[in-house]
């Protein structure tokens, strides 16, 4: 049987099902990753304060320390998940 997504594309059931269970995936990964997301913007907002008063470029890179890369990471990756959500429950509709 054949199915139409909303990108107007056609797909078998197993391909639309694979759709189906990457959309959940991501939302689940979206959901649960807010955990760890509240803890990189709370290493953020406390010891943020240094690396933002640099002039330069290389000097803002080098004022930030290794935990708050870190968490700059975690925050991009819960970016990633979010977009990744989203595109795939687009593909569904």
Sequence with gaps: MELETKTGHR???GKL???????LLFRILTLL??????GAAWILCRGGGDWMH????AE??????????????????H???LIL????SKELR
């Design 54 to 57: 640099g002039k330069a470029v």
């Design 17 to 23: 099902g694979d759709v189906r269970k990457r959309a």
């Design 11 to 13: 797909a078998s059931d």
């Design 60 to 77: 803002i890179l080098g004022l930030i320390q290794f935990e708050q890369w870190i968490a700059f990471g975690v925050l991009g990756v």
């Design 85 to 88: 959500a989203i595109q795939y």
């Design 33 to 38: 990753w807010a955990f760890p997301s509240f």
């Design 79 to 81: 970016l990633l998940f």
